[in-house]
């Protein structure tokens, strides 16, 4: 048997000392990596047995990684069975720990029902529907945008809706928007998380519109080609057969917001996406723009609610995103990522930030 990798036996390690009666599951998801980060790979998430097994939960950067252990619950499990939640993680998740024989067969009991519900036309058909529903709900934000990093972050979100509505008419899923062939037809790319290589069919001219959104400029540009996307999409999803279309609204998940700004919550924050500001600069300078352009609108949005939530100045990520501004791009994430440490410098927040296994030991225990 192959042995654990080292930041694995040590969460293994606490859970059997310290959350024996608490944990149920500890979850490795493959395809998450980039890099050689192995996020993903040595551990994603934990499913609690108690209240006291949420304690587990934690972020830090180890050698300059961030990890971010983090508990989903089994009603939050249930959700990614029916499409409503994050895919891969149930997808591509590997049991590294169970405290009992019943919570593992729960959990593969959980990937089969996936599975079917994948190769179900009727459910992956009204999936595609709501999904489309919800694009539409998107778009009517989009129509007034005059920002063009604010409109980049919608039409983000609109594309990554009818990605999944594609991809669920090919009886597979994808977690992140698809904007070329390469992310949809080669299975021998990287990360699962960025590519949807079971793709069979799709709707007349995708690919070619979804580059658009790469290099569309000004929010007219934007909306013209997000415009198209949902026209082809559209006609795409009704020339399969027919079902029932569910309006679903996705529901928002807004911060609570409790007087003076909790910048202990900030750090949280970048903890958990200092591995995006690692990654944009890791696809910029390897001209993958495709994955940059991804995960830069999926950080512009998350800075758009930090910049609210903690009263912060609203960072502005995406003012140039065409595939010749990928150094432009880069150094602008790096001077972001700058200004953020700044701020929580400012406010005497210390980072859980270590070097070693050894450090992180120690620092977790003085917390």
């Known amino acids: 048997m192959e042995k654990p990798h080292p930041l694995t036996q040590w969460a293994i390690n606490k859970i059997k000392a310290e959350y024996k009666d608490d944990i149920a599951l500890l979850i490795a998801v493959t395809g998450h990596a980039t890099d050689g980060d192995s996020h993903g790979e040595v551990f994603d998430y934990f499913i609690p047995e108690t209240e006291r097994g949420y304690q587990l939960s934690r972020t830090f950067l180890l050698d300059g990684i961030g990890h971010d252990l983090y508990p989903r619950s089994w009603e939050r499990m249930e959700k990614s069975i029916t499409l409503d939640e994050m895919t891969i993680v149930l997808a591509n998740g590997n049991i590294l720990y169970a405290n009992h024989e019943e919570s593992a067969d729960r959990f593969l009991a959980m990937q089969k029902q996936l599975t079917e519900n994948l190769n179900n036309p009727e459910f992956v058909y009204r999936k595609a529907l709501e999904r489309m529903d919800a694009a539409m709900d998107l778009y009517r934000n989009l129509l007034f945008e005059e920002k063009s990093y604010r409109a980049r972050s919608q039409a983000a ?69 997000i415009d198209t996307l949902l026209i082809v999409t559209r006609k795409f999803i009704l020339g399969k057969k027919p079902g029932q279309n569910v309006h679903c609204r ?19 924050w970048y903890q958990e996406l200092s591995l995006t500001f690692r990654r944009i600069r890791f696809f910029c300078k390897e001209n993958m723009p495709e994955e940059a352009y991804e995960d830069a609108c999926n950080l512009q949005s998350e800075l758009i609610a930090i910049g609210e939530e903690f009263q912060i100045e609203e960072f502005n990520l995406l003012d140039s995103s065409s595939p010749g501004s990928l150094g432009y791009l880069s150094l602008r994430s790096q001077k972001i990522e700058q200004a953020i440490r700044k701020i929580l410098a400012d406010h005497q927040v210390c980072l859980a930030e270590y070097q070693s296994l050894d450090e992180l030991e120690k620092g977790l225990a003085a917390r």
């Open 157 to 225: 979100y609109i594309h990554l809706y009818l990605s999944q509505a594609v991809a669920y008419l090919n009886h597979t899923y994808t977690d992140s928007a698809i904007f070329s062939e390469k992310q949809a037809y080669d299975s021998s790319c990287q990360s699962r998380m960025y590519h949807c290589p079971e793709l069979v069919s799709v709707p007349d001219s995708f690919f070619t519109y979804c580059r658009r959104l790469l290099t569309a400029e000004t929010p007219k540009e934007i909306r013209e080609t």
């Open 250 to 268: 996705e529901p928002e998940n807004q911060a609570v917001k409790d007087g003076k700004p909790d910048y202990r919550g900030l750090a949280d």
